[in-house]
């Protein structure tokens, strides 16, 4: 290694450090920068610099326009009332040409940009299967070593694939619409499966009671009314969130951990250099896909 190699890493890593010891005395822009290196190349680096710690996961999802960041927002509002310090990552889809965040949630949320004690930020999906950006557990142990005490992850919307929130949440909260069919449409897309709150919110618009009577016949789980724009709620919202939390098991965290390795594991299996190669070999008849699958989880043996 050259003498300015040396020199590089060095700064490099005195950068990092710099970074650390402003966001842990509350620079939500250090910490911001620290969440860009965690999407970018330096994720392993900054994951080195921190220690593990417990951070409090509330996932929420459901169909666009359903009233998703209107309700973070109130949340958040009633969480610092409490005295927490309350991180939402919005991971949004990505852009085709840049791979940036498209949606504009911190807009929304921006009654509480000026809190020092929150902090909101964009993440991009950048085609990580799933619903969630593959930085996002990453993101979350930063912010348990920054003092932040919830973090809500608000995903981009409606499919089969967004069940991935709940490996990483405790509760995971699907919010819908009343009336036109998001419930049924919500039982198709598999979230039903995955809710451990059911919210119906703008309450006061027509079709509200027949919307909670479809999720009834749908799902055992809890079914909250609110009007988040009013904050109308809100705190039964709270509650719930918290009397899930209570109930939580180590045979349920210990589930969600699961699902989160595999997800992970998944998604690094999918960009591995000798993919197509074996996919070329087995479509010509050339490898069978068993052998072909047991090469890519041991590289170095042969199936």
């Known amino acids: 290694m050259t003498r300015s190699d040396t020199g590089a890493r060095v700064g490099v890593a005195a950068d990092l450090a710099d970074l650390l010891t402003r966001a842990r005395s509350g620079s ?16 392993d680096e900054v994951l080195a610099a921190v220690s593990p710690a417990p951070i409090r996961v509330v ?13 973070i927002a109130a949340l958040v509002a009633a969480y610092r009332e409490r005295g927490a ?31 020092p004690d929150v902090l909101i930020r964009s993440l991009a999906t950048r085609g990580h299967l799933g619903g969630l950006t593959a930085a996002v557990p990453a993101a979350l142990r930063l912010l348990a070593s920054l003092g932040f005490d919830l973090a809500m992850v608000e995903t981009v919307g409606v499919g ?8 990483l949440a405790d509760p995971t909260v ?12 919500a039982a198709k897309a598999g979230l039903l499966e995955v809710a451990d709150l059911l919210v ?7 079709g509200a009671e ?6 009834r016949a749908e799902s055992d789980v809890p079914i909250l009314t609110l009007v988040a724009a009013r ?18 098991t180590p045979e349920r965290r210990t589930a969600r951990a699961r699902s989160q390795i595999l997800s992970l594991a998944y998604s690094r299996l999918r960009a591995h250099s000798d993919l197509d190669r074996l996919a070329a070999a087995v479509a010509a008849g050339e490898r069978d896909p068993y052998g072909a699958a047991a090469e890519l989880l041991n590289p170095g043996g042969r199936g």
């Open 28 to 43: 939500i822009r250090a910490a911001g920068k620290l969440l860009t290196l965690i999407e970018g190349q330096r994720r």
């Open 59 to 71: 996932g929420v999802t459901g169909p666009p326009g359903a009233g998703k960041s209107t309700t």
């Open 85 to 115: 310090r309350v991180a939402v990552l919005a991971v949004d889809p990505s852009s085709p040409y840049s791979g940036g965040a498209l949606l504009g949630d911190r807009i929304r949320m921006a009654r509480h940009i000026d809190d």
């Open 160 to 167: 089969q694939s967004e069940i991935e929130i709940a490996a």
């Open 174 to 185: 699907v919010i819908l619409n009343p009336g036109a069919g998001d419930a049924v449409q």
């Open 200 to 206: 119906v919110n703008k309450a006061d618009r027509e």
């Open 210 to 215: 027949a919307t909670v009577r479809d999720l």
């Open 231 to 248: 904050g109308e709620r809100i705190a039964e919202l709270v509650e719930a969130i918290e009397a899930h939390h209570r109930a939580d």
